[in-house]
């Protein structure tokens, strides 16, 4: 009689290990490299040998119990690959940074716990530049697109911190503006592909939850959710806002001047700007 054996295949992306994650950009890859060779069914039957190679399930094209279990897994991918007309696009929603080191480059703590406001603030310039480029030609939009994606990974992994800095700064990596664009652009072109598209999608996700999602901070739940709304209670796209943002508290004294502001930890920002609206919605309210 057989062993049997139970494998926990995950069906959310909080389940994803970091080696899955890698895996599936490089699959994403070659989608991206050889579009129309590959069908939806193609896509997920690969990701379902992956996932079960990855938890111990060796790869047995003759067995019919492992092409079934295979079939089956791959019908369950839909949390993880969207399909739209012919256009099958990799879905990422975690906060978890599941890329932590590239070659000899430190990347952001999960969730971003140790972002700058500055460091952020320029990152999210480069995440507009990569969704809304505005230019002509196509050819053009992508080539800055691409630029803006290399900058965008070269800023946020960057060399480990010295001991000095350790000890009294406490850095993890180099300071965000220790080096120039340039640098940070070639850093970027140095990664692989997925790598650079991976960076992306998280930092991009860490955006769409920052202005929606719930944070626990020294065991407290917080959302900044009503910082981004508008007026008439939309959200926001915080174009712009960032460096505004970073102006008003400079000129507040609170963080002191407007580099200090942006070497100040994002979520510190964060807290304090949730605090003034507040404060403010509660002043609102006694008139």
């Given amino acids: 009689m057989k062993k049997q054996r139970y494998i926990e295949i995950p069906s959310t992306w909080d389940e994803l290990t970091p080696e899955d994650w890698r895996e599936v950009l490089k ?17 997920t039957t690969e990701t379902a040998r992956m996932l079960l190679k990855n938890r111990g399930v060796k790869t047995q094209i003759k067995n019919p119990d492992y092409i079934q279990l295979v079939g089956r897994l791959a019908k369950t991918l839909g949390w993880l690959w969207h399909t739209e007309g ?21 990347g952001p703590l999960d969730h971003g716990a140790d972002l700058t406001f500055g460091e952020f603030r320029q990152a999210y310039a480069h995440l507009k530049n ?59 072109r140095l990664m692989q592909p997925w790598q650079v ?26 959302s900044f959710a009503p910082i981004f709304q508008t007026g008439d209670g939309k959200k926001g796209d915080g174009e712009g806002g960032m460096s505004q943002i970073c102006l008003t508290l400079a000129e507040s004294h609170v963080f002191g001047t407007a580099r200090e502001v942006d070497r100040t930890p994002l979520m510190t920002v964060m807290q304090k700007l949730l605090m003034d609206y507040r404060t403010l919605m509660k002043l609102k309210n006694k008139k």
């Fill in 27 to 43: 699959i994403r890859q070659k989608v991206v490299e050889h579009g129309g060779q590959y069908s939806e069914l193609d896509i």
């Fill in 86 to 106: 012919v256009t099958i696009s990799l879905v990422y929603k975690d906060t978890r940074n599941l890329i932590p080191k590239v070659r000899e480059w430190l």
């Fill in 130 to 188: 990569i969704e809304n480029p505005g230019c002509q030609p196509p050819e053009a939009c992508n080539n800055f697109r691409n630029t803006a994606l290399e900058a965008l990974a070269g800023l946020l992994y960057r060399p480990e911190a010295s001991p000095e800095q350790k000890h009294t700064m406490q850095l993890r990596r180099q300071p965000y503006d220790w080096d120039s664009l340039d640098d940070k652009i070639e850093r970027g």
């Fill in 197 to 222: 598209w991976g960076i992306y999608a998280w930092f991009a996700y860490l955006c769409e939850y920052l202005t929606t999602g719930t944070f626990i901070i020294d065991g407290q739940q917080i």
